[in-house]
């Protein structure tokens, strides 16, 4: 299935899988019709998820002498709220997306030999990993949705509703309603494959413009190099500030996602309800996973990029080529994603201390939950 998968099909992959989210900007050549049919798609789908957040609030009240059903509604409401903050970050943040996947398009169709031989080592590196991470996630929404048609619950949710709910159509309506604002959630988590896809084509660009620092061979060359160095740095950076709030509501929801997942899956319930909250466990582990291997690449690329002078033919060239070099070889600060006192550096070291420190707390929870089952 990933065989043969150019950039472009990469970015087409990309942009159906976060179809849901209205999170993939219109062009700026759309017209304004286009925009205005967008606008109204993206406020629709915000109104649906908000519809089930009322209800799915009640539920952790209704529950909250329920340890296994609260964890589940927690879940649950994690996953709509998840839906309305990443959708109210990326419309705040339309312009820079538009700005971004833009540029990034266009370097791709007017992309070199050499350059398109990087772009495509990218692709067939990690397309196979989040090409398959985005079909689980909805296969694993997909098994939520069905899943209810093998144990008593009427619904995928056990959302609570202030009225009678047990009759039909309302029962249809309730059904279908909770199981498209679970494909919405599904597309949400899929949006961590956009966010790696503008993390790894910074990345990219930092490796191509150190396959050019090698290639330099005169101070116009090298200030060439420099100028880009700065274009591609700036382009970095704003990736990183599109995704940076998002990275942050990704840690927290996941990690409480986990926590609630492991109780659910290790409590009084169905098979099929265990195989659902395990699936959803691996899910949110899976989706810190996705945004922070791209941000530990973009990190070791972006500090290592001017190593490429050095490994330049600059002691075959004048002294005055060799100073400038010189020059170029004092550190840079690599672009990290990171919150301030929250996130210090998102990276692999992050995300298995993250990793811990969930798996802890859910220790913890776990010894505190058989205490009182045992009237300790």
């Known amino acids: 299935m990933f065989r043969n998968v150019t950039p472009e099909k990469a970015i087409a992959f990309v942009q159906f899988s976060v179809a849901l989210t209205c999170c993939w900007p219109l062009p700026s050549s759309a017209t304004k019709t286009e ?4 606008k109204i798609l993206r406020t629709a789908l915000l109104l649906n998820a908000f519809m089930l957040l009322g209800p799915m609030l009640y539920a952790m009240y209704a529950y909250r002498d329920d340890v296994e059903n609260m964890c589940k509604a927690v879940l649950l409401t994690l996953a709509v709220v998840q839906v309305l903050v990443q959708s109210s970050s ?19 169709e007017k992309a070199r030999s050499y350059e398109r031989h990087v772009f495509q080592r990218y692709v067939d590196k990690y397309s196979a990993f989040y090409g398959i991470s985005a079909i689980w996630i909805y296969v694993t929404a997909s098994m939520v949705v069905l899943g209810t048609l093998f144990i008593p619950d009427p619904f995928p949710t056990n959302a609570k509703y202030p009225f009678a709910v047990n009759f039909e159509p309302v029962r249809s309506i309730i059904f279908v309603h909770q199981a498209f604002v679970g494909m919405q959630c599904a597309a949400h988590v899929s949006i961590a494959v956009l966010y790696a896809l503008l993390l790894l084509f910074s990345a990219a660009r930092f490796e191509i413009l150190q396959l050019e620092l090698r290639a330099v061979k005169d101070v116009a060359s090298l200030i060439i190099c420099i100028k880009k160095y700065h274009r591609v740095r700036r382009y970095a950076t704003e990736a990183v500030q599109a995704v940076q709030p998002i990275a942050l509501i990704t840690v927290i929801i996941c990690g409480v996602a986990t926590v609630s997942s492991g109780i659910t899956f290790i409590g009084r319930q169905s098979f099929t309800v265990k195989v659902q909250f395990f699936s959803l466990a691996t899910i949110a582990l899976l989706k810190v996973f996705m945004c922070t291997w791209p941000a530990d690449n973009l990190m070791h690329m972006s500090e290592n990029v001017m190593q490429g002078a050095y490994e330049s033919e600059w002691y075959k060239h004048s002294l005055k080529i060799q100073k400038y070099i010189l020059f170029t070889l004092i550190p840079q600060a690599p672009v990290v994603l990171s919150v301030k006192c929250l996130i210090p550096t998102l990276s692999l070291n992050y995300y298995c201390s993250f990793v811990s420190n969930v798996f802890s707390l859910f220790t913890v929870l776990r010894v505190t939950m058989i205490r009182d089952e045992d009237g300790y």
């Not at 925009?35 to 967008?38: D, K, T």
């Not at 705040?92 to 971004?100: M, N, S, W």
Request: glycine letters at 0%; charged letters at 20%.
């Open 35 to 38: 925009l205005f049919r967008f």
């Open 90 to 108: 990326c419309i705040l943040q339309y312009d820079r997306y538009q700005q971004l996947i833009e540029e990034m398009t266009y370097c791709c």
